[in-house]
């Protein structure tokens, strides 16, 4: 429970254990946030959707200053320190941490649409005009739109599509 007088710190990590030492922090009974995206990879040859940090290698740390003992969080394991200017801790502002709080979920969803797709791979363009003919990907241009090229009469042409147009051909 918060009661206004805490304040967010930014925490570096070891390489490859930021959710390590959320854990480790979590455990000791300090408030954690560490920003996660959703994205799809190839693992062992399968596509797999994946939680990684959106930050890597850093999380955030809540803390009442002056109050809280700060000196067990340099030595938990996977944590490799608390970021400073000078000798000043990096206070982070609570409207950042709201912030990305809120915009994580479509974060994620965003991740996973814009690694669906590799250039020069071939998809099938599953409706509009264009339904059921073969194409290329070449690129995303914003969020929710996408450019393939496709071949119409021995000329490559290119065509921008709503993202859910398109699949990858199996």
């Given amino acids: 429970m918060t009661t206004g007088t805490e304040k967010w710190y930014l ?3 070891k390489p490859n254990k930021d959710a390590y030492a959320e854990e480790q922090l979590s455990c000791q009974g300090y408030i954690i946030y560490r920003p996660v995206i959703s994205v799809k990879k190839k693992v ?4 797999k959707k994946v939680e990684e940090s959106l930050f890597p290698r ?3 740390v809540q803390l009442k200053a002056g109050v809280d003992d700060w000196s067990p969080i340099r030595s938990t394991r996977g944590v490799l320190s608390i970021v400073r200017f000078g000798i000043i801790p ?6 950042l941490i ?3 709080k809120q915009k994580e979920n479509k974060n994620t969803a965003i991740a996973m649409n814009m690694n669906r797709f590799k250039q ?4 099938i363009i599953e409706s509009g005009p264009f339904a059921g003919i073969e194409a290329v990907f070449k690129s995303y241009k914003g969020e929710e739109r ?3 090229l496709l071949n119409i ?11 859910d147009m398109i699949e990858k051909v199996n």
């Avoid at 062992?44 to 596509?47: D, H, L, P, S, Y």
């Avoid at 000329?155 to 709503?162: A, E, K, Q």
């Fill in 146 to 148: 996408v450019i393939v």
């Fill in 120 to 123: 020069g791979e071939k998809i």
């Fill in 98 to 100: 709201q912030l990305l």
């Fill in 153 to 163: 009469l021995s000329n490559i042409s290119t065509l921008s599509l709503s993202l």
């Fill in 58 to 60: 850093y999380l955030f």
């Fill in 11 to 13: 925490i570096m990590s």
């Fill in 44 to 47: 062992r040859g399968k596509i």
């Fill in 90 to 95: 990096a206070e982070v502002p609570n409207r």
